[in-house]
Structures are given as structure tokens and as C-alpha cells.
T-cell receptor, first 116, second 112 residues
């Protein structure tokens, strides 16, 4: 049973427009959420995180929104750039309540393609 | 030392053999964890070490084991390799969740 779901395997967006990547989770015990970006032949790179006590966190072009009641989070990238083309993973953790000993639970990823 | 480095980058093993994968974490990162990423899937948590003790394990059998050393290096050992163990193995370390985990580039293991 997948606890973190990214239902869109791929997403194509024009350069300069907004990219919105979605993620749903089923386990209400998750209290910390992270987004990672992965290029081929590289490990995932941390982008941005949000704790369950917040509903928004912003870092430059990247904003993560958390809707706890819907168990949904989204990553907004504005404006989208060609270098943003990569696979994006949503991940969840019990970090602050469980000390991180359960690791991160990842979704299957969304392949974002930025078209010129 | 900055970053997380893993070795080797690629490895081919025969079913039934044993393999050891290595990771060198960032200095000061007391927590190291290992993940398995099968093709088309997200990384799956194998286990985590904190100050040389295993303090968390995902849904992986005991033939997956590990070690963490005082010099911030660690190992993942897999015994009795099976074809389904073919995957990218990622090592990650961190100090504070708000900064996320820092991942290495991984070791691509192929079991034939």
C-alpha cells in the first residue's frame, strides 16, 4: 500500500510558466514533507521542505503548499526554466515525532519536462 | 569534506553472491541511511544508523545489513543476492530534517 502517491508520472510545461506538481499521502502520522529533484545518473537533491505546523514554505522560485485536511501537498515552480527538467520526488517523514528512525517514504516521482 | 560519495558506481554480481557497498558521509552528519530505488519507483528506506547503531529499518529482510564507522563512512551488505536486488542503492546523511537528507549519486547493482 503506497503511503505517498504522485499520480502524474509526467508533466510538460512551457518555459516561463508555472509548474505545479502534486502529491497525496495516506498516513496522518507524517509530520514533515520534503521535495527532491533528481537528474539521471545523480542522487536526489533536496529542494524544499515543510513541517506539518505550516501550510506554506517558500524558497526563491519554489513554494510548497500543505493541506493537512486533504492530505495533499503541492510544489509550485515559478517561472519554470529549462534546467528544472528532472524527476521530482515527494517524500514524507515522522522526523519530529519519531526521531527520523523510520526514514523517508517516497512517492514514485513525476517527470517534469520544460519545453522552450 | 562536503557531499556524500558512494563506491563503486556500478557493479555486476551473480545470484547467490554477497556484495558490500560503501558510502562516505559529510563530516558531522551522525545519521546515515540507505535506500533502494528500483526502476520506475521512488527510493525505499532500507535502514538508518545513528552514531554507529542501527535505529530504524524498513521492510527489508535480515540479509540486508549495515555498518557505520566513526569516520562518517558506512557500508551496506547484501547476502544471498537475488535477481530482484538489482537496483540503484542510495546512501543519505543529515543533521537536521529541515535541511533534508544529502544523497550520494548511488551504486547501480545488477544481479544476473
Amino acid at each position: 500500500d503506497q503511503q505517498v502517491k504522485q499520480n502524474s508520472p509526467s508533466l510538460s510545461v512551457q518555459e516561463g510558466r508555472i509548474s505545479i506538481l502534486n502529491c497525496d499521502y495516506t498516513n496522518s502520522m507524517f509530520d514533515y514533507f520534503l521535495w527532491y529533484k533528481k537528474y539521471p545518473a545523480e542522487g536526489p537533491t533536496f529542494l524544499i521542505s515543510i513541517s506539518s505546523i505550516k501550510d506554506k514554505n517558500e524558497d526563491g522560485r519554489f513554494t510548497v503548499f500543505l493541506n493537512k485536511s486533504a492530505k495533499h501537498l503541492s510544489l509550485h515552480i515559478v517561472p519554470s526554466q529549462p534546467g528544472d527538467s528532472a524527476v521530482y520526488f515527494c517524500a514524507a517523514s515522522y522526523a519530529y515525532s519519531g526521531g527520523g528512525a523510520d526514514g523517508l517514504t517516497f512517492g514514485k516521482g513525476t517527470h517534469l519536462i520544460i519545453q522552450p | 569534506e562536503t557531499g556524500v560519495t558512494q563506491s563503486p558506481t556500478h557493479l555486476i554480481k551473480t545470484r547467490g553472491q554477497q556484495v558490500t557497498l560503501r558510502c562516505s558521509s559529510q563530516s558531522g552528519h551522525n545519521t546515515v541511511s540507505w535506500y533502494q530505488q528500483a526502476l520506475g519507483q521512488g527510493p525505499q528506506f532500507i535502514f538508518q544508523y545513528y552514531r554507529e547503531e542501527e535505529n530504524g529499518r524498513g521492510n527489508f529482510p535480515p540479509r540486508f545489513s549495515g555498518l557505520q564507522f566513526p569516520n562518517y563512512s558506512s557500508e551496506l551488505n547484501v547476502n544471498a543476492l537475488e535477481l530482484d536486488d538489482s537496483a540503484l542503492y542510495l546512501c543519505a546523511s543529515n543533521t537536521d530534517m529541515k535541511y533534508g537528507y544529502t544523497f550520494g549519486s548511488g551504486t547501480r547493482l545488477t544481479v544476473v
